[in-house]
């Protein structure tokens, strides 16, 4: 199976878009890979044929870059992917088992999707937040200082449809596949809405203004 002509035209439109930022065509490979991405909801072998044959590339050299990296997905995704941290500060703070007891009550485990399509599930070894742990991630906007009980009331949550808004950045929460499209370098002017860093992350700069100090000159 292969793209509608109609979704081609569009994918190709948009592709050409983020081609023409780089020096090099091959450059836009990753935003290429997000894009079929928000179109599929994974990358799929269409995706894969799609970004290969815009770039001049073979299938095997897209095919090895897109399932290196993680964020890339082989399978469809949830309208929600819910990131669940279980690297060490997190897993410490109670990651491991907000992980456990959300897995069971999904009913699905690491990079599965329940069978109405609404969330999909993933352990994430770091979200780069530790001064929020624990924290999880929903179509990677952040969830911070999640217990047990306050993860598996999100999730319900988010299949029941109710506004579910994330503790930092925007308010409106999007689904996976438009979460792609922003990843591609195709924003949706949302980028500055909601608060970003506050409390815990702005402690050291209170300290260091306190005492005067400064960063090194170059």
């Not at 090099?24 to 991405?37: D, E, G, M, Y």
């Amino acid at each position: 199976m292969t793209y509608s002509p109609e979704v081609r035209e569009r994918l190709e439109r948009d592709a050409k878009e983020i081609i023409g930022r780089y020096p090099k065509t091959r450059s836009a490979l990753l935003p290429l890979l997000h894009l079929v991405q928000s179109e599929d909801g994974y990358v799929s072998d269409d995706g894969h044929e799609f970004c290969a044959q815009l770039l001049g590339l073979s299938k095997a050299e897209v095919v090895g870059v897109s399932t290196f990296y993680t964020m890339y997905k082989r399978r469809p995704a949830g309208e929600y992917h819910v990131g669940v941290c279980i690297n060490a500060l997190c897993a410490v703070m109670g990651g491991d088992e907000i992980w456990e007891q959300l897995s069971e009550h999904v009913g699905v485990g690491h990079e599965e999707t329940t069978s109405d399509g609404k969330v999909s599930l993933e352990r994430l070894e770091c979200n780069a937040a530790c001064d929020f742990a624990p924290v999880m991630m929903v179509n990677w906007e952040f969830f911070d200082n999640q217990t047990p009980d306050s993860a598996k009331q999100l999730v319900d949550d988010l299949r029941d449809g109710k506004d579910v808004r994330p503790t930092r950045g925007p308010k409106k929460l999007c689904s996976f596949k438009d979460a792609s499209r922003v990843l591609a370098g195709l924003p949706d002017e949302l980028a500055g809405d909601g608060p970003s860093a506050a409390g815990p992350s702005l402690e050291g700069l209170k300290v260091a203004k306190a005492h005067g100090w400064k960063a090194p000159e170059a």
